[in-house]
């Protein structure tokens, strides 16, 4: 089912002050992953609305990433703990009707961890083409 | 003086002046780098005389730039005067940005630190210096002229975009310091990704003097033609935060076969290893053959609780970091094996206890040995043979890997530096300060301050407090001198409402990002955008040129958005923030599109999809600068009076330091004199200092002092307002009062628990507490005993309060030698779990009591307590097993005395909820961050110092109470706080008052008033999280509202054009 | 057998003598329904009003909607606002909705009395439109309902029918284990113990189903929806001045047109937004007019809250609100 030519369209919503900071070091280190996904920049994953994510898919995102800072490592000391409670029942709800919560993706990277997140973004990348185009939020018209 | 001047001559004399390339005239070599073909050889170059002298004004010379430094330079900086802080090294962040985590939040390091490096190298007032030594210091105090030799690195900081093809082009492998050896780097390098400056340099010693980094640097950032400086500095005061060494167990403590056997390592390598960007990224691997090791081993105290071999202190971190080390290893596999050798476990700080308390639950084996040797296996592993302390067993056991936990040493430069500065160095050979225990922070020479490892091992919360405390001290200096004028931006243009005109510059940085992508087909492609007034594509959007353009394009074509898509906003960001600014344009106007960082770099092998993606990413920049307004930055007059809670030694000294400083300070005692403990402690440990003498000498200074106003008998009752901006409701006998006030200090101090029940405590005259007795030693009423016991960690780390508290056996060994002192014939037993005097001085007080006093030491296990035993004459009699003999033991004892658990104040709890204030296990406070805000609340304005905190001895008190007190004048010396740009904003028809983005807020910044959130901007730190949290959007994050962040979404997804 | 009568008769007595001491201006309750079985809210301003006020098993609403009106209302300009506390009538589910308007700072305590009646259940009206059929349409005018432990028991004029409880108790009845008031100024009935249930059958019925037969049963269910909003103007929760999916300026979460993808969107949100707040009062199902299981998606994510954070709003004002407040050791399945 899946086809070899789909590009899925990916949108990593990272905090500034870890994960954006990986994602440099990720390229500072010159680690290569796939490029489908686009970073939007918010201040700290806390700002995550679940809202955003579901948005993305209905505007046809294929796959959603969510990254901030370890728990303990906050910037904004709590925001990374919100951003928990509120996107892991985000997923809970994807998976209760139906759409796949392999979408959707929340992770912790550090400022130093330039290839864990590369390593993320290409697993995630490769778990949402297995998925093939998302087609449940986006209203079948792809 | 006359000696520093000839030494300084011989210092000059010494210096290999490493400019040294030139072996053709100038004109020659200038006019053959433009050719792109110089080829020079390093033989037989001709000497170069420093570059012309360049003389800088300043306040506060800061040399180092290590953590310390780093906090020292912003808390001077902040205050509004001029740093010129000096590294040796190439970048900033010391020894703290190489270590993977921290203990005992396992925080990441990097992540702490780094963006305090980026702060510093941005702030207005701060003048980094890389590369640099200083080498002469004259004059006094107020008004010094020193020296700085700044070596060159053959590269432009200004030009080098830090894209690396030097490093790549670079022949020269060499090994690389950073890694503690471990890995190996070019030549030309940078010590870390996110070094600061991000600018390469070039080794001397290393260089081959090919010329082939300067034949690919597009930038021509490198001159082999740019000559070390001499640069004089005028300034006030001087702080020093030159940090420490590591021990290297190559001679003394060759035994354990580092150095000769691959696989044992030092801690600091371990670390290296451990973190994602070290020479395995994260892996644990042995050194010899990269396989995972399946068991690893720490020894302790190598070099350190020694005379003879390496240092006679403690080093205070190694037990904590080896602890911490191991976890993270149980954390990674858990079928690790991990032992960790010990003689003292010395969980002394905050949450250490439980930390080590944790990893022993994780199944890190802790054995009491120190190891008396070490062989290599054949196949590698690492066999230790050591004698168990507790079966007194000699046993072998093999490791894989053997980790050093090496102890913190005294820089070797230290001796020379103190000559060029005129400062005293102690026998170790640390800075001496002016009292070890009274004034850690003073050198032997006025103006001149310490801060950090320099002066003794530290942990990083206790030299940040240190450098804060320094930083007070310096501005003591000058605090008459004029500030340094606040940076005004220009008049900025109104452009709200305006239709928008975005400028796009599309950075190719070289090959960097046009290597791989398209740069000039992503400005072409964006230009048919409606509200892209002009797009292009440029070499080098942060050289000083590229700027010009911007400034001039902004000029011409009415621009009132720019978008820069080159790098990093991160490094990048606030230098394109200034451009705007320059032009008129409010800075929040201006987007970031990275497509190097995250596009060009990582995805090197599709041009296509790269190109596609760099035009999505400058696509919902666009979208969202559309969107972009202009946000005020918006200003809060600040009360220049600071109130100190607490009239302990660390709220007098805070109040000292802050009148010093000539701020208006008040300080709230809830009793009838200052003093605190000290009016209740005989003496003080490590010394026999008098505490009464010295609290004396402190409440004659505050009488005498123009700024400072005791309020005695006095309690808080309430506290409102914000900082800048407070007031405070005071109850006395003479009747209630108000006071407005700008900053607070919580000093509220700490006692021991209440130990009724236990130990027989309450029942016999014969028992008392360590506190009691001071005051029986004050009074001088003891019958004297025949037999004395100590019993330590009485009612501590147990499972009702499982921390250590900290001072117990500092205060057990010197109440022992003092009673030894006083009855020669009393037999002194003190019973023991660890013996933890940490740190400089205390342990070697110890020894000297253990070796020379005939004081008994025994030490009991957790599990088995000793227990008292009251007869019906009233005698008392001890019962415990001597967990080293596992002997069982009944001591008499005509005086029991029971060394308490400690915990905060009784006020604590109401102070917490006056100012808002988070507090943690045993009624101690929390700080905004546990290892670089230690002395600061997540609340914006309350500071904190001394007991309040944890348990503290006399230094570190005084260390923190300056340092809590250069924090709190930081918003007085600015007199006006200007606020975070990006808040959060209420639209009130919107709100129905739910409160709950106030519970969310972790500031405090929202307030529910008449129904409606209400946002302090003050508070506001621009999270977003409120925005995230509520549900109608009533409250917004400016800057990253939902509609701003929703446009990202579509244009993201939508090929808009 | 509950008494109904003797519950009435207790909250006629009770809303009177409020009236009377003018301890409330008026009192939100039931009464009997002009031409069905199932009751009607009323407001009750008079003391001499107060025998209009009925209860039974037909008492579906939850009256609370009307106690976030009072409390929002906008005096006029000129308009003096009258604060004086209000009474109403709530069963035990709708008291948990006091307790979250309490909590989320819409209803001060001290403008509301609670005659809280406990309670085992109440009717589902599609399940009571089927069973009336049974009788004779001339005497359906005058039934009564009446339950115990195992049966509704329906008089009606000539006669009576006993139907086995789950034939019409009410669906979101079936998985309550809330059958005393958590908040009331008086409790009316007996204290109910017993009653244990499997809370969570129906939302497992679901969990045990595959991804992709729980697609197809939400995506046939949600392109049923109209997007009347009916379930949001009924809920008690939802009382934002502007709520999001009526946003148009500057910009909108949603477009207009109803098809599965904004219907999803819409529900997904509204779900959301409800998180560790819904109380499963049941309202927005039981107003849907084409009957799509609404509560299933607001039960998933009670069944969350109280699986990974031991939050079960309703219960107790002085809780924190789950989407405000967190636990360090809350479960963490993050990479």
New interface residues.
Partial sequence: MTDDNFEPKIIGFLCNWCSYTGADLAGVSRIQYPSNIRIIKVMCSGRVN??FV??AF?EGADGVLVSGCH??DCHYI?GN??A???L?????????????PERF????VSASEGKKFAE?VTAFTEQVKELGPQK?????EK | MQDQNEYFEQYYEEVDLHDDYLMIPPELALLEAEENEIEVKKDGLAKNKLAAGRRINGDVLIVGAGISGMQAALDTADKGYRVILIEKSSTIGGNMVKLDKTFPTNDCSICTAAPKMVEVSRHPNITLMTYADVMSLEGEKGDFTAHIYRKSAYVDPDVCTGCGDCATACPVEVINPFDDKLSKRKGISIEFPQAVPIVYSINYDNCVGCGSCERVCDAGAISFLRKSEDIEVKIGSVIVATGYDLFEPLEMRKEYGYGKYPNVITAMQFERLLSSFGPTEGKILRPSDGTAPKSIGWIQCVGSRSKQLGFPYCSRVCCMYATKEAAITKEIDDSLEVTIFYMDIRAYGKDFQQYYDKAKDMGVNYIRARPSSVYQNEDGSIAVRYMDTHTREILDMNLDMLVLSTAIMPSKQNPKLGKVLGIGVDHNGFFESGSIVSDPIQTTRDGVFLAGCNQGPKDIPDSVAMASGAAARAVEAIVEREKADAVKPPEQKDVSGDKPKIGVFVCHCGKNINGYLDCADVADTVRDDPNVEYSTDVMFACSEDSQTDIRKTIEEKGLNRVIVAACSPITHGGLFQDTLEESGLNKYLFEFANIRQHCSWVHSHDREKATQKAKDLVRMGISKSVLLEPLSQEEVDVIPVTVIIGGGIAGMKAAMALSDMEIETHIIEMGDKLGGNLNKLHSLFPTELDPSQLANEMRTKIEASDYIKVHLNTTLENVEGFIGNFKAYMKSPGGDSELEFGTAIIASGFGEIDMAGKYGYGNNPKIMTQMELEGRLIADDLEKPKSIVMINCAGAMDEERPWCCRIGCGVSIKNAKLLKEKYPDAEINILYRDIRVFGKEEEEYFADVIENMHVKITRYSDVEKPQVVINDDGSVMVKVRDQIYNDEMELSADLLVLTAQTEGSESTDKLQQMFKIPVGPGHFFIEAHAKIRPLDFATDGVYFCGSAHFPKNLADAIAQAEGAASRAAIPIMKQRLVLEGITAIVEP????????????CPFGAID?IK?KAVVNEALCKGCGLCNA?C????IQQKGFN??QI??MIKSSLNEVF | MVDYNAMTLDIRAKAKAMLENKEVKYIIGWERGANSFISRPVIIRDAGDTDRLVWNPGCVDNLTRYLVEEM?YKPKRGEEPDLSPVGIIVKPCDSKSIVELIK???VPRERVKIIAVTNIGTVETNKLRKILQKIPQDKRAGIDILQDDNEFTIKYEGGELKVPRPELLANKCETCVTHNPVIHDVVIGDKIEGFEKDEWADVAE??N?S?????????AQISKCVRCYACRDSCSLC??????FD?EK??T?IDKTV????N??YH??R???L??RCVDCGECERVCPVNIPIRK?NR??LK??KD??RIYPGMNPED?????????A??????
């Fill in positions: 679940p809202q579901l948005k209905q728990p303990g709590e703990y919100h928990r409670r509120k892991t029942m985000l997923s809970d709800i994807l998976e209760f009707t139906g759409i796949e993706q929340m992770s912790w993320i449940k939020l986006a209203g079948g | 028809d919107m709100c129905v008052g739910c409160g709950i983005c106030a519970e969310a529910l129904g949290t549900r109608s959007g009533a939902d509609h929703l446009s | 929002q989320e700072n819409i679901l969990e189903m991804p992709e037969e729980r697609w197809k049963f939400w995506e009382y934002c001045a502007e709520c999001v946003k500057p910009f979460w098809d599965v993808s904004n999803m969107f997904l949100v779900a959301m937004h998180a560790g998606l998933l994510l969350s809250a990974r954070y924190k609100p789950m989407f405000g407040s967190y636990d360090i809350d479960p963490d399945e993050v990479v």
